[in-house]
């Protein structure tokens, strides 16, 4: 007989004999609780954790615990019988926070971190169990008096236990029917408090799947130079649309004398001007310019002006020499658009610095209706400021870049996270489980699944024949299945026998895709996170 089967022969001998004895009341202590568990069972610490982090689930009402993304001394899986574990208890705090991490807890009986803190109104920690458990006890702190109700899986009451004491108060329970839910109430804000969770769950009998490391491949969309001397004058750059986003390469025009009378724009203000016709950019168009005092052409409205690096990033616009100008007074600043052409330019001439009246910048912005923008500069000081581009709303920071050395280089329409594998749900035995590839670049030609029995290291080896130093191997390679992505995304489905002898089988997965790279027409080999699968029966 297996170790699985003889745990799950464990269980329902146990439950069997609660059921013998009529068994649906609460534990006393947990002297008695202990004799009652068997050996296997969960128990759920949180004295030892600093905080619960961004490694569980805590949006403010609920928290659920998963060894995929365990923190604390247990990472990984599977740790069997200390931490945190990934499945049996889910808790709910209704309207309030779930980790008390304070001192001023221990001093009135709380544990000075533990889980369930309700928020400015009568405390309410509600436990549910999956699958319902025939054992379980906690300690409970709540400042006051307060209730336990245990509930079975149709909602029906099992019992309760009141207590009166500050705490902390032992509270435990055993039906043969399974404790589905156990809610806890108490007459003190900011409680109740638990710690020390003991319930009758093996661990070791649920599939399970968990991340390893990261991929490879990350693109983002903005570009820019943060500029400690600037060394563009006399140069150019063109954005030239392709169909997965931008190639950016050195340009040949120069500055082309405007035609038109000048414009006037405030000092620090945006003024919007019409084009006529319709300009595309990052999968959007727009009929309009938005033209910045401070050197910038923005490509949507916006609700202020933009004078720094974190407001460039906010909003899709291009910027020639984002730096504190006073156009309304110094210089001239022209708009031209065509409509029958579909070109538009905006020149900024011989504009002063609002601080330094002796620095003066001259450029332009130059856009046509396939897409294309160039940014011609003249002579411009040498001062501060940022030339770049960003396509999108809350663009992430790629981080400055010597434009006059970077070119020629792409970018993506949008940001692009780096290449991901995930599983769409546990894999059960008896199920298929989908192993979702996301993040691919467009023109991603193939997929290679590989799959192994073991992981080969903890923090990832390079890969030589890899595009670039951060894509890393994880696993083995026992077997390979290929897949062709469809655009951005691919989906291999791994159907699992329902075969008993497979269960507690780990499998561990990664990807190799072939695709474009940052340099305009380069190709390589880019590499997934991996995927632990921990395959069984629950």
Partial sequence: ??????????????????????????????????????????????????????????????????????VGPVAGFPTLLTGLVAYGAEYRVPGGTLWANAPQFGSLGFSTRSLGVGLFNLGRLDIAYSPPVPIMGLDVSTGGSGQAVFRAADGSVLGTTN??????????????????????????????????HAYALDQSLFARRRRIGS???????????LHQAFDLSNTSLELLPTATGYSVTAGTNPVTPPT??????????????????????????????????DGYVALAPLSFRVNNLGAFLDDPMIAARLIDLRPRTSGT???ETDAQAQTATITFDQVEEYLNPANTHTFQFHFDGSGRIELRFGACAPGGGVTGWNPAVDSENPGSIDLSTAVPFTVPLQDRGPVTLAADQRP??????????????????????????????????PVPVAALPSCLQFTGADAVLLLVPSGTAGSLPLSLPAAPALA??????????????????????????ALHLLVNTL
Avoid at 174 to 195: M, N, R
Avoid at 215 to 225: M, N, P, R, S, T
Avoid at 277 to 291: D, E
Wanted: charged fraction near 10%; hydrophobic fraction near 45%.
């Fill in 333 to 335: 600043v022209t708009f």
């Fill in 260 to 293: 038109a009378a000048p414009i006037v724009i405030p000092n620090l203000n945006i003024v919007p001007f019409q084009l006529g016709w319709s300009f595309p950019y990052a999968g959007s168009t727009t009929s309009s310019l938005y033209v910045g005092s």
């Fill in 163 to 196: 207590w009166t004491t500050a705490g902390p108060t032992f509270v435990g329970f055993q039906s043969s029917v399974g404790v589905a839910s156990v809610e806890l109430t108490s007459s003190v804000p900011f409680t109740p408090a638990i710690d020390d």
């Fill in 428 to 461: 059960l035995l008896g199920t298929t489980v989908n192993l979702v590839l996301t993040e691919l670049s467009i023109g991603t030609s193939l997929a290679a699944y590989f799959f192994g029995l073991t992981q080969v290291s903890t923090t990832g080896l």
């Fill in 1 to 70: 007989m297996t170790t699985t089967m003889l745990r799950s022969a464990f269980l329902l001998s146990a439950v069997h004999a609660l059921a013998t004895a009529g068994a649906a009341q609460a534990i006393p202590d947990r002297q008695t609780l202990n004799s009652l568990l068997p050996p296997w069972a969960t128990l759920e610490q949180f004295e030892s954790l600093p905080t619960l982090g961004a490694n569980a689930s805590t949006d403010l009402d609920v928290a659920v615990l998963g060894a995929e993304t365990v």
């Fill in 504 to 529: 507690g089988t780990d499998l561990f997965v990664q990807c190799a895709v072939e695709a474009p790279i940052g340099m305009p027409g380069a190709r390589g080999i880019l590499l997934s996170n």
């Fill in 215 to 225: 991929g490879c491949g990350e693109q983002l969309g903005a570009f820019y130079e």
